[in-house]
């Protein structure tokens, strides 16, 4: 299996414009998580999704995120407008029900916004 | 909710010497912990992790971990490391709800 892929790898963007961030979990996996990790607060589960259907999304830091995921194979984490404050590193990581709740994790995308 | 504290933030340690990084969880129901190792611009790898039964869990490249309920604490060890040791170690925690929640990390340093 080739795990949990993410992308892209890096992405820098301009204060305004929407980003997306793509992920493909593990086949056969059926919870998905979105995390965001920074210096100043560590890792941050954004949100999660089981069976495709979102579970928690307390997370997300404000209207200006927004996630999707619209099969099992492939989730989507938008920002839109994106913000300097925004510039971290994005990790989609999957599980399976019957995994005993170890997650994959990507390898996560690196966000810059300028 | 549940919440792990991660002791050290920083464990420096020479090579082939033993090492251990302490992790303590809070909460009011049953829970189930991890350890998770990145390695620079990585994502997270699983180590180990204890769902159930024997309190010493021995995970991958020859880390371990003991279960201390009357403690709450879920420390790793390993007994000689290597250079290629040097990562960012991370506990965490859920309570059955697929949800983990992290700790802030330690990382170590292995010198020659």
């Known amino acids: 299996d080739a795990g949990v892929i993410q992308s892209p790898r890096h992405e820098v963007t301009e204060m305004g414009q929407e980003v997306t961030l793509r992920c493909k979990p593990i086949?056969?996996?059926?919870?998905l998580f979105w995390y965001r990790q920074t210096m100043m607060r560590g890792l941050e589960l954004l949100i999660y999704?089981?069976?495709?259907?979102?579970?928690?999304d307390s997370g997300m830091p404000e209207d200006r995120f927004s996630a999707k995921m619209p099969n099992a194979s492939f989730s989507t984490l938008k920002i839109q407008p994106s913000e300097p404050r925004d510039s971290a590193v994005y990790f989609c990581?999957?599980?399976?029900?019957?995994?005993?709740?170890?997650?994959?994790f990507g390898s996560g995308t690196r966000l810059t916004v300028v | 909710a549940q919440s792990v504290t991660q002791l050290d933030s920083q464990v420096p340690v020479f090579e082939e010497a033993p090492v251990e990084l302490r992790c303590n969880y809070s909460?009011?129901?049953?829970?189930?912990l991890f350890w998770y190792v990145q390695y620079p611009n990585q994502g997270l790898q699983l180590l180990l992790k204890?769902?159930?039964?024997?309190?010493l869990v021995k995970g991958i490249n020859g880390f371990e971990a003991e279960f201390n309920k009357s403690q709450t604490s879920f420390h790793l060890r390993k007994p000689s490391v290597h250079i290629s040791d040097t990562a960012e170690y991370f506990c965490?925690?859920?309570?059955?709800?697929?949800?983990?929640?992290f700790g802030a990390g330690t990382t170590v340093t292995v010198r020659a």
């Open positions: 990581a999957s599980s399976a029900t019957s995994g005993g709740y170890g997650y994959t």
């Open positions: 086949s056969g996996h059926d919870y």
């Open positions: 999704f089981n069976n495709n259907v979102p579970i928690d």
């Open positions: 909460s009011s129901v049953s829970v189930y």
């Open positions: 204890y769902l159930s039964g024997s309190t």
């Open positions: 965490a925690v859920t309570a059955n709800d697929y949800k983990l929640s």
